[in-house]
Each structure stands twice: as structure tokens, then as C-alpha cells.
């Protein structure tokens, strides 16, 4: 694994916990009342960025 590979793997890493932090606090914002429309949320826009969480990571 390269060097820029690394800092690839490390970004994306830092954007999906960026992510989820981000989700939970809409969560407790709401209630939980929207908890399925803001996970519905958080996997589209994972994935129109390329973070799609069952997707296995690219070389």
C-alpha cells in the first residue's frame, strides 16, 4: 500500500466517523422521531460520495 493510499484510506475513515457523529446528533436532536429517514439520509449521500459502507474497499 502506497503513501497516498494510506492517506486515502485514512480520509475516508475520518468522513465516515464524521458521518455517523453527524447522524447521531440529528438523532437526538429529533428524538429518534425521524431515525429512519436520517439513516436513509446518511447512506445516500455515503454513498453519491463514494463511502458506501457495503461496499468492500478499492485497492
Request: no cysteine; charged share 40%; aromatic share 6%.
Amino acid at each position: 500500500m502506497g503513501i497516498f493510499d494510506r492517506f486515502r484510506h485514512q480520509g475516508q475513515d475520518k468522513a465516515k466517523d464524521m458521518s455517523d457523529a453527524a447522524e447521531k446528533k440529528a438523532n437526538e436532536r429529533t428524538g429518534n422521531k425521524y431515525e429512519d429517514q436520517v439513516d436513509s439520509a446518511q447512506q445516500r449521500v455515503e454513498g453519491q460520495l463514494g463511502m458506501d459502507r457495503d461496499r468492500p474497499d478499492q485497492p
